[in-house]
């Protein structure tokens, strides 16, 4: 079977960083995805990771460690509007490819 | 269209009836998944389709749920004589085949059995 762990909720105030980190137990690991969702909202994808190394798109990044089973979503310059939950989610083959998730990790963002 | 649609967005029924959620993809998607999302918790996966075949049904819950898909087009799922622990938020996503680890969610079925 497959498992992730991340934190169930990160505070932070507003210019700051933060990371998010993901565990996770799998086999047929493809890739790591995060996901962003809203209260209320649709889950929406922000990063993927297959390789080793940091992805950057933005004020967002994303780290993968494969040796490890660990990888990283980091916030720099957070807002108010990144106040929400994120979800690390891992591509596996079972047969075919599809992803599997956290328990999402609730980040507060105060002024 | 420009992006997946669900309906309906809130469906409220009784203990004991059938509901059908309908899930319209992305056009050109042919993979599609549906999920089910306790609240505050996680995305549970319940079923994968590639076209309209479902290679992966592994996550439904209980013969209460099935669901089928048209070609590569809208999907249903219908959940029978529902019970109070089917409520829930019922997303459906569709993706590229080749690119599974990028889905685009709809708004999501917020279900009540009451």
């Known amino acids: 079977g497959q498992s992730l762990e991340q934190p169930s909720e990160v505070t932070a105030v507003e210019g700051a960083i933060v990371q998010i980190n993901c565990t996770y137990q799998?086999?047929?690991?493809?890739?790591l995805s995060w996901y962003q969702q809203h209260d209320g909202g649709a889950p929406t994808f922000l990063s993927y990771?297959?390789?080793?190394g940091l992805e950057e798109t933005g004020r967002f990044s994303s780290f993968l460690s494969r040796s490890d089973s660990y990888g990283y979503l980091l916030l720099q310059e957070l807002q108010m509007k990144d106040s929400a939950s994120y979800f690390c989610?891992?591509?596996?083959?079972?047969?075919?490819?599809?992803?599997?998730f956290g328990t999402g990790t609730r980040l507060l963002v105060s002024p | 269209g420009a992006g997946v649609s669900q309906s309906p967005s809130n469906k409220v029924t009784e203990k004991g009836k059938d509901v059908e959620l309908r899930c319209d993809p992305i056009?050109?998607?042919?993979?599609l998944y549906w999920y089910r999302q306790r609240l505050g918790q996680g995305l549970e996966f319940l079923i994968y389709?590639?076209?309209?075949?479902?290679?992966?049904k592994s996550g439904l819950p209980s013969d209460r749920f099935s669901a089928e898909r048209t070609g590569e087009s809208v999907s249903t799922l219908t959940i029978q004589r529902t019970q109070q622990e089917d409520s829930a938020v019922y997303l459906c996503?569709?993706?590229?085949?080749?690119?599974?680890?990028?889905?685009?969610f709809g708004p999501g079925t917020r279900l009540t059995v009451t």
């Open positions: 996503a569709s993706s590229l085949p080749s690119n599974s680890y990028e889905q685009y």
């Open positions: 799998t086999s047929g690991f493809y890739g």
């Open positions: 990771n297959a390789l080793d």
């Open positions: 989610a891992v591509t596996v083959n079972t047969g075919f490819q599809k992803l599997v």
């Open positions: 056009s050109g998607h042919t993979a």
């Open positions: 389709f590639q076209g309209n075949s479902a290679p992966d």
